[in-house]
């Protein structure tokens, strides 16, 4: 199951659209919902496998900057 529009605009909303990374607050299209597991190895859209973050903390997560287990 793929994420609606809809729940990540509820999940940007429930965090008061704030970086779960780096704690600022950013209008909703300049976030993303990331996976901490990614889906491809078995991560699954549960809550606790989502994080709502900045565009540029996703691009740091993915570049191996953060670790993968939620921080």
Same mark, same amino acid.
């Given at each position: 199951?793929? &994420?609606?529009?809809?729940? *990540?605009?509820? &999940?940007?909303?429930?965090?008061?659209?704030? @970086?779960?990374? @780096?704690?600022?607050?950013?209008? $909703?299209?300049?976030?993303?919902?990331?996976?901490?597991?990614?889906?491809?190895?078995?991560?699954?859209?549960?809550?606790?496998? +989502? *994080?709502?973050?900045?565009?540029? @903390?996703?691009? +740091?997560?993915?570049?191996?900057?953060?670790?993968? $287990?939620?921080?």
């Amino acid at each position: 199951m793929t &994420l609606t529009n809809y729940q *990540k605009d509820l &999940l940007k909303k429930f965090v008061r659209h704030t @970086c779960e990374q @780096c704690k600022k607050v950013f209008d $909703s299209k300049e976030l993303t919902i990331h996976h901490i597991n990614r889906k491809i190895i078995g991560g699954i859209d549960g809550l606790r496998n +989502l *994080k709502v973050i900045c565009k540029s @903390c996703h691009k +740091l997560y993915h570049s191996g900057e953060f670790k993968r $287990s939620g921080g």
